[in-house]
Each structure stands twice: as C-alpha cells, then as structure tokens.
C-alpha cells in the first residue's frame, strides 16, 4: 500500500507561484509513474500532469501547459508540480497519484493510490 501526502496547497493572488509537492512512503517510488489532478467545487477531476517512472516523459493538461512543471526526485521518493503564472480558475484541491507502471496516462482510473489532496485557491 502507497501513502501520498501532499503539501504546498494556498492561498496566493493571481499570477503568483506555487510549488506543490507529493511525498511517498513506497521504496520502490521509482517503479511508480505519478500524476498530478484537481477537483473544483461542482467539476469533475481533471488530469494536470503526468510523469513517467524515470521522468523521462511528461504529459500536461493543455490548461496548464507552459505554466506548470511537473518533476520528481526518486532519491527523496517526491513529486513536485510548480505552478506559475496562476489563475483564478487554477483553483481547486489537487491531487497527486500513483500508479505502478512505467506510462504515466491521463484517466484518473489508470491510478491505484491517491492522497489526501491540498487545496490551491487563487484570488483575483
């Protein structure tokens, strides 16, 4: 079983930073691609980013594209997604996710292990 926890979620203003990280207690971290979503009140969750075992290959919403940077660090089992240049509508609880396989998709049901989730909210 793979615990996530995530952290860095906040209160920022439009155009601002954030860098959110997800932190795993799996060994065997780098076996796992990892995935980056988010859930606004009233939508469904959507996919943000994506990245393989090795970090190889990485995949973004076209929302975000250019904007956020997801990268990971197996030495200290850790995902990071930067986010830059923040919108209003960039607010919602992300999500990281686990998934034991060397390709990193986009479907939230492609995932086997989620966090608890970390709420960004972006003012106008």
């Known amino acids: 079983q793979v615990q996530l926890v995530e952290s860095g979620g906040g209160l920022v203003q439009a155009g601002g930073s954030l860098r959110l990280s997800c932190a795993a207690s799996?060994?065997?971290?780098?076996?796992?691609?990892m995935g980056w979503f988010r859930q606004a009140p009233g939508k469904e969750r959507e996919f943000v980013a994506a990245?393989?075992?090795?970090?190889?290959?990485?995949g973004y919403a076209d929302s975000v594209k250019g904007r956020f940077t997801i990268s990971r660090d197996n030495a200290k089992n850790t995902v990071y997604l930067q986010m830059n240049s923040l919108k209003p509508e960039d607010t919602a609880v992300y999500y990281c996710?686990?998934?034991?396989?060397?390709?990193?998709?986009?479907?939230?049901?492609?995932?086997?292990?989620w966090g608890q989730g970390t709420q960004v909210t972006v003012s106008s």
């Open positions: 799996e060994r065997t971290f780098r076996l796992y691609a």
């Open positions: 990245i393989t075992w090795n970090g190889g290959n990485t």
């Open positions: 996710a686990a998934r034991k396989n060397t390709n990193a998709p986009r479907e939230f049901y492609e995932y086997d292990y």
